[in-house]
C-alpha cells in the first residue's frame, strides 16, 4: 500500500508568486487534512475536506489560502501572492472514514519564499 | 489559552536505557491522544493512540500513560536505541471539533551510543 503523498517535496517561489501543494491520500482513503509546520514548532491544522467538500477550515488564514479534494485527482493547496511568511512545511494527512481518528502523515512540502 | 504542550523541549538518554517523554494538555474535551515521531525532513509518523477510556496502552517498546486527573500524558521507550532519536509529538483531537488534531510543541530526543 502506497502511503500519503505529497508533491512538489520541495517548492521555491518568489514573492507575489502561487504556489501548488499537492496531496493524494493513502488508496481507500476519502479524508483529507493540512497541517503547517514552521521551524522547530509543532503542526498546525490548518484545512479538514472530503470529496468535494471543505468540513473544517478553521485553521486556514482569511486571504490568499485556499484548498479544495476534487472527485478526481489529488487534493491541492493553493496560496496566491506568497509572503515570506508563508515559508515553511506544509504536510498533508488522510484517514479512511468518518469516526477514525488516525491520521496518516505524508512527506510533507517545504516551501521557501525568496 | 487551551494547548497541549510538553514539559522538556529536549531529552538526552544513554542506548539501552528507558526514555520517558512527557505532556500536558489542558481541554477535558479530548478523546483521543496520539504520539507521533518526527525525523528530520520527513513527516510525521504515528507510534501509538489512547482514547480517554484507557489510561495505558502498550506497543512494541512504547507504552502510553494518560492520567486524566491531572491531563497528562507520557510516552514511555523501553530500551532506547540510537533509531529511536527524533522529535516526539503528542496530539489530542477534541471532542466536539471534528477530525482535526492539536500538536504540542515537541521534544527532541537525543540517544547517545
Known amino acids: 500500500n502506497a502511503g500519503v503523498m505529497q508533491n512538489p517535496r520541495h517548492l521555491v517561489r518568489r514573492r507575489g508568486q502561487e504556489a501548488r501543494l499537492r496531496c493524494s491520500p493513502m488508496?481507500?482513503?476519502?479524508?483529507v487534512y493540512w497541517y503547517r509546520q514552521l521551524p522547530e514548532e509543532g503542526l498546525k491544522f490548518m484545512v479538514y475536506?472530503?470529496?468535494?467538500?471543505?468540513?473544517?477550515e478553521s485553521g486556514m488564514p482569511k486571504e490568499r489560502f485556499s484548498a479544495e479534494f476534487p472527485k478526481e485527482g489529488p487534493s491541492i493547496l493553493r496560496i496566491q501572492q506568497v509572503v515570506r511568511g508563508d515559508s515553511a512545511a506544509y504536510f498533508c494527512?488522510?484517514?479512511?472514514?468518518?469516526?477514525?481518528?488516525?491520521?496518516?502523515f505524508g512527506p510533507g512540502t517545504r516551501l521557501t519564499v525568496t | 489559552g487551551e494547548s497541549v504542550g510538553l514539559h522538556l523541549p529536549t531529552l538526552s538518554v544513554q542506548e539501552g536505557d528507558n526514555s520517558i517523554i512527557n505532556c500536558a494538555y489542558s481541554?477535558?474535551?479530548?478523546?483521543?491522544f496520539i504520539w507521533y515521531k518526527q525525523e528530520s525532513g520527513k513527516g510525521p509518523q504515528f507510534i501509538i493512540d489512547?482514547?480517554?477510556?484507557?489510561d495505558k496502552r502498550q506497543g512494541q517498546r512504547v507504552t502510553v500513560l494518560l492520567n486524566k486527573t491531572v491531563k497528562h500524558l507520557s510516552l514511555q521507550i523501553a530500551a532506547t536505541q540510537p533509531g529511536d532519536s527524533a522529535v516526539y509529538f503528542c496530539?489530542?483531537?477534541?471532542?466536539?471539533?471534528?477530525?482535526?488534531?492539536?500538536f504540542g510543541q515537541g521534544t527532541e530526543l537525543s540517544v547517545k551510543p
Open positions: 475536506l472530503q470529496k468535494e467538500n471543505i468540513i473544517d
Open positions: 481541554n477535558s474535551a479530548s478523546d483521543y
Open positions: 489512547i482514547r480517554s477510556n484507557m
Open positions: 494527512a488522510s484517514s479512511p472514514k468518518t469516526g477514525s481518528y488516525e491520521q496518516y
Open positions: 488508496k481507500g482513503h476519502s479524508h
Open positions: 496530539a489530542e483531537k477534541r471532542h466536539n471539533q471534528g477530525g482535526k488534531l492539536i
